[in-house]
């Protein structure tokens, strides 16, 4: 039996889970993605909410999970996990948009890799306790230009958390909207394949 003929079956079963997970799944696969990333925005409000309400110090401000295992918040890894999580969601849910959805999602998706990167050197800078451009702290490359701004280690973290799922965030939910709701026009144009939309009214059955 040849090497090619023992591969087959693998590459034929992901072409079925991927094709599976982008159809008939596809609506209850974005509704599970949609709570983890809606769960980790509370997460980060949670943490807003300690510094720029409560005023506690922003070590201190762990977030909700962050209170009862420190060692998550300090050592990058809830957010590390979270990167990883959103990025696979983000390339797998991709095939099943359409027209100018996908274009949003994959906006989306490309900041989530950038903003994965930075979070791997964190994690790797945590690891090597080697830090980037002598810090004092593990730093990524938008936050050490931050820091020019000002001299506190931890300056900016929370604000940039907050951004970077902010402007991943956005794309998102204009590419759900826009996937669930689409025009006559792409509606026409790219037939829909899963559950996930909506008929736009007035369109006829022929259309």
């Keep these: 039996m040849t090497t090619s003929t023992l591969s087959a079956p693998r590459v034929s079963g992901w072409a079925n889970m991927m094709d599976r997970l982008n159809n008939v799944w596809h609506e209850r696969a974005l509704q599970v993605y949609l709570f983890i990333v809606l769960a980790h925005w509370a997460e980060h409000l949670t943490q807003a909410v300690q510094v720029f309400v409560l005023g506690w110090p922003r070590p201190a401000s762990r977030g909700f999970l962050g209170q009862f295992f420190p060692w998550l918040a300090k050592s990058e890894t809830l957010h590390y996990g979270y990167a990883i999580v959103m990025l696979i969601g983000l390339f797998l849910l991709?095939?099943?948009?359409?027209?100018?959805?996908?274009?949003?999602?994959?906006?989306?998706?490309?900041?989530?890799?950038?903003?994965?990167?930075?979070?791997?050197?964190?994690?790797?800078?945590?690891?090597?306790?080697?830090?980037?451009?002598?810090?004092?702290?593990?730093?990524?490359?938008?936050?050490?230009?931050?820091?020019?701004?000002?001299?506190?280690?931890?300056?900016?973290?929370?604000?940039?958390?907050?951004?970077?799922?902010?402007?991943?965030?956005?794309?998102?939910?204009?590419?759900?909207?826009?996937?669930?709701?689409?025009?006559?026009?792409?509606?026409?144009?790219?037939?829909?394949?899963?559950?996930?939309?909506?008929?736009?009214?007035?369109?006829?059955?022929?259309?």
Excluded at 103 to 127: D, G, K, P
Excluded at 178 to 193: F, I, L, R
């Design 94 to 207: 991709r095939p099943g948009f359409k027209g100018s959805s996908r274009t949003w999602w994959t906006i989306s998706l490309a900041i989530q890799f950038w903003h994965h990167i930075e979070h791997l050197l964190l994690q790797a800078q945590y690891a090597l306790h080697q830090n980037l451009f002598g810090s004092a702290v593990p730093t990524s490359i938008l936050q050490w230009v931050l820091f020019q701004l000002g001299d506190k280690p931890h300056q900016f973290r929370v604000e940039l958390h907050l951004f970077y799922n902010t402007v991943v965030f956005i794309p998102m939910v204009i590419a759900m909207y826009k996937h669930m709701y689409p025009s006559k026009a792409e509606y026409v144009a790219h037939p829909p394949t899963c559950s996930c939309t909506r008929k736009p009214a007035g369109l006829t059955s022929a259309a």
